[in-house]
């Protein structure tokens, strides 16, 4: 990760993208073609149910990981609410 390496001063925090199955790569591929994001999968009325699931935990994964890069970055705002 050189990119990384040369700007470790800079960086706040990394995001790795969750593993995902071949299954669960063609149906990000799919959502790509199509201009879906993970936050709409679920009223996307074309994609298959397990295609959703799928596609639902890499979101909730991926999303988990930002919030919690986000909480200990900024602290957590809910605790404040």
């Known amino acids: 990760m050189s990119l990384y390496s040369d700007n470790v001063d800079k960086v706040l925090g990394v995001i790795q993208l969750p593993e995902a199955d071949e299954a669960t790569l063609g149906d990000l591929h799919t959502m790509g073609l199509k201009l879906y994001t993970l936050s709409t999968v679920d009223e996307c009325d074309d994609l ?34």
């Open 48 to 81: 298959e149910f397990f295609s959703k699931h799928r596609l639902t935990i890499y979101r909730e994964e991926l999303f988990g990981q930002i919030g919690d890069t986000w909480e200990v970055l900024v602290g957590d705002s809910r605790a404040a609410a």
